[in-house]
């Protein structure tokens, strides 16, 4: 059994730039989806975030951080990136783009930064959880310490 000190190199950013957070653990669990590690970790699913990513027209790749229970509007997060139009990427890109596996995949940490748009329901909350960078690890923080260290900016991005 693994030990609740384990970090994530997200932990380890948000320690380095002395960043307060919280830190949640499902690692025990057979949670897979972003709504089932809301209700193991019995936290609202409107307040827990899944980050996807993607490319647009430009290939340009985009970070969305939208709640777990919705679905990302491709015609909303085109537009809040000024693009024509973007798309998922496929899942073996993953890895090598952001240095993250599907389903560990976190807005802070990835190899390069992204534009990062996060869904303005996260302003509705005093934290968000997101992704720690590893499946089974996630970590909650304020929007506002969130963008000390990565440049985000909030915009309707779900149907």
Do not use: W
Request: aromatic share 8%; with cysteine; proline share 2%.
């Amino acid at each position: 059994m693994k030990k609740n000190n384990d970090k994530t190199n997200v932990m380890r950013i948000l320690d380095q730039n002395k960043i307060e957070y919280k830190s949640h653990y499902y690692y025990d669990t057979d949670a897979i989806s972003g709504i089932e590690v809301a209700e193991v970790l019995n936290e609202n699913p409107k307040q827990v975030f899944k980050t996807l990513v993607t490319v647009g027209q430009s290939k340009n790749h985009y970070v969305f951080v939208i709640p777990v229970e919705k679905e990302l509007d491709l015609k909303k997060a085109a537009r809040s990136v000024n693009e024509k139009n973007v798309e998922m990427i496929k899942s073996k890109e993953l890895l090598g783009l952001t240095g993250y596996i599907h389903g560990g995949c976190s807005p802070i940490g990835m190899k390069k930064q992204f534009i990062t748009v996060i869904d303005e329901t996260a302003n509705d909350f005093d934290t968000i959880i997101f992704s720690a960078g590893k499946i089974g690890y996630q970590v909650e923080l304020s929007i506002n310490d969130l963008s000390k260290i990565i440049d985000i900016k909030t915009e309707d991005l779900t149907k």
